[in-house]
């Protein structure tokens, strides 16, 4: 589908540099920009990024359980 969209000079400036730096035309971008943030808006996003929401860790790191071993006992209440 296609449609028009205007925009001020100053939006429209920076967008063609970023697309630029990126690489991207600007139906491009402004398609991207507007699929996640209707994504957002949709499905109840945290509006973390992608790139973080499917982070799987990494896999050498061992399990944070496996030091509870090292812990130092508590101390003793010192509110009661």
Known sequence: ???NLYLDDQTAK???RTAKKLGETRS???RKAL???LDK???GSPGWPSLILEWQGVPDTPPFESYRGEL???REDTFS
């Open 1 to 3: 589908m296609n449609f």
């Open 28 to 30: 491009g971008l402004i």
């Open 14 to 16: 920076e967008l063609d």
């Open 41 to 43: 808006k949709t499905l």
């Open 35 to 37: 699929r996640e943030w």
């Open 72 to 74: 130092l006992p508590p």
